[in-house]
């Protein structure tokens, strides 16, 4: 670990907001090496050709350091939580920018007895439920969560950025939102 990635996400935005470039550049650095791993294989294929990850990564930090001075932040861990949403709301964007002709039309045809449309189905319902549940967490659940399923980040880095004690706590805190999330997901199956 380099000497400045000691200094955690939420301090550099503070420092960041006061004016500090620096901050800003080593924040930058930082968060969007992670939502690159994060991006990567969340467009889906149809829609691949028109943006590719690094694309969605710099609008998303894009958007979300013009948006810096107003960012308040909720505690450790929720600017990447910010990140994440950002991303979603720009894959989103793409998808239903690739699904349309110029002319309204759809332009994906997908033949109905295809058994990847049920598949595909399953999957983004899957995904909704998913989205659902994380919003039913506490906020430092949910941001543990996300940053260890997905941003897949050691226990430790998770402990810096959730402000936890170690990285045992942070497994702790890791493992009861997941327990939570299960709970509300098998709820909302039935």
């Given at each position: 670990?380099?000497?400045?990635?000691?200094?955690?996400?939420?301090?550099?935005?503070?420092?960041?907001?006061?004016?500090?470039?620096?901050?800003r550049?080593?924040?930058?650095?930082?968060?969007?090496?992670?939502?690159?791993?994060?991006?990567?294989?969340?467009?889906?294929?149809?829609?691949?050709?028109?943006?590719?990850?690094?694309?969605?990564?710099?609008?998303?930090?894009?958007?979300?350091?013009n948006?810096?001075?107003?960012?308040?932040?909720?505690?450790?861990?929720?600017?990447?939580?910010?990140?994440?949403?950002?991303?979603?709301?720009r894959?989103?964007?793409?998808?239903?920018r690739?699904?349309?002709?110029?002319?309204?039309?759809e332009?994906?045809?997908?033949?109905?007895?295809?058994?990847?449309?049920?598949?595909q189905?399953?999957e983004?319902?899957?995904?909704?439920?998913?989205e659902?549940a994380?919003?039913?967490?506490?906020?430092r659940?949910r941001?543990?969560?996300?940053?260890?399923?997905?941003?897949?980040?050691?226990?430790?880095?998770?402990?810096?950025?959730?402000?936890?004690?170690?990285?045992?706590?942070?497994?702790?805190?890791?493992?009861?939102?997941?327990?939570?999330?299960?709970?509300v997901?098998?709820?909302?199956?039935?």
């Open positions: 670990m380099v000497a400045m990635d000691v200094e955690s996400t939420h301090t550099l935005i503070e420092r960041s907001q006061a004016g500090d470039d620096a901050a550049d080593t924040l930058f650095r930082r968060c969007s090496e992670r939502l690159r791993r994060w991006a990567r294989g969340r467009l889906p294929p149809p829609a691949r050709d028109i943006t590719d990850t690094q694309d969605l990564v710099q609008v998303t930090m894009l958007r979300a350091f948006q810096l001075p107003r960012f308040e932040s909720r505690g450790q861990g929720s600017f990447m939580a910010y990140l994440r949403t950002i991303l979603l709301n894959v989103k964007e793409e998808l239903r690739a699904g349309r002709q110029p002319d309204g039309t332009r994906f045809d997908i033949p109905n007895d295809d058994p990847g449309v049920s598949t189905l399953q983004w319902q899957t995904l909704e439920r998913y659902k994380l919003e039913s967490l506490k906020p659940s941001d543990a969560v996300i940053l260890r399923l997905e941003f897949d980040l050691p226990y430790q880095e998770i402990a810096d950025e959730i402000g936890s004690p170690s990285s045992n706590a942070a497994r702790m805190t890791v493992a009861r939102g997941l327990r939570e999330l299960a709970t997901m098998d709820g909302e199956r039935g």
